[in-house]
């Protein structure tokens, strides 16, 4: 018989330990097969979300103290609350949100636009709200509709492959697109003169007029356009989480908590409500 030194020869001793004790084998053991989003968040007591640092008032994320703040994390602990769970955040960029939600990472991810393309590799939920158009002006450029935009002499500028971007191409074709890399690169085209205004979403164009009056005037366009933003969940064949969460929003959409959060949040940058445009609504 071989006895448990020679065994602890072959293995080593730490091996020994993990192979012989109940809590190593506890500790090892995987996910029940077939479990979805749903009793996985159940059985471990956690959700997963992303966090993306920097965006301010999706997410924010104290330097000093490492505490997360903003909309997205105020919307994702009330979830996790009601799932009798706790929130587990892991950092990541907007681009990876969709590969990390993939890759089992992550269980949801709040503040996505349900493009096409995303929505063939994800889910998503009902909308957490409507996110108006708008677009930040230079001084004494002072359009009132899309179509007083819809010029060739009229310089847009866009953030490539972005949902203003694909906004602006369908709606003002006949514009002169500015197109740049990053969010920063075009409004810096419009502080340097190279583009007439910027297209933002209402809550990026508040945060970036606030952080720099200087940078122009936010002007709502009529007709009124907004985009849906939705939580991304992975795709499950067992739809249980996607519903659950539908049910979460649609109840607490109806209680004006929606609402509250986003406000909340956006007074952690400065952004007070009567900063806020009559025609913008959350």
């Known amino acids: 018989m071989v006895s448990r030194r020679d065994i602890a020869s072959f293995l080593g001793a730490g091996a020994l330990g993990a ?28 959700l997963r979300i992303a966090g993306i640092v920097g965006t301010e008032p999706y997410y924010k994320k ?8 903003g909309f997205c994390i105020s919307m994702a602990q009330d979830l996790a609350k009601a799932m009798d769970a706790e929130v587990e955040i892991a950092e990541t960029t907007w681009g990876n ?24 590799t994800v889910e998503f939920t009902r909308p957490i709200m409507l996110n108006t158009f708008t677009i930040i002006a230079k001084p004494g450029f002072e359009p009132k509709t899309w179509a007083d935009l819809n010029k060739p002499e009229v310089r847009v500028a866009v953030d490539i492959g972005s949902t203003h971007d694909l906004f602006a191409r369908r709606v003002i074709p ?24 910027v297209i933002q979403v209402a809550l990026l164009s508040l945060v970036t ?53 986003i406000t909340s949040s956006l007074e952690l940058v400065g952004v007070k409500p009567d900063d806020i445009p009559a025609e913008i609504s959350f």
């Open 97 to 120: 949100a969709v590969l990390d939600l993939q890759a089992n990472k992550i269980d949801i991810m709040f503040g996505l636009s349900p493009t096409p393309s995303r929505a063939l």
């Open 62 to 69: 104290d330097i000093a103290s490492g505490e997360w703040s």
């Open 174 to 197: 006949n514009a002169t697109l500015v197109a740049l890399k990053t969010p920063d690169d075009a409004m810096l085209s419009v502080q340097s003169n190279r583009a007439d205004c």
């Open 19 to 46: 192979a012989l004790s109940p809590i190593g084998t506890a500790q090892a053991q995987t996910a029940p097969a077939g479990e979805n989003t749903f009793q996985r968040i159940r059985r471990t007591k956690k």
């Open 209 to 261: 007029v606030k952080k720099n009056p200087k940078v122009g005037r936010i002007i709502v366009p009529t007709p009124l356009s907004a985009q849906p933003t939705c939580a991304g969940v992975r795709a499950d064949p067992d739809p249980r989480f996607r519903t659950f969460v539908d049910n979460w929003l649609e109840y607490n959409r109806g209680l004006g908590a929606m609402k509250g959060w």
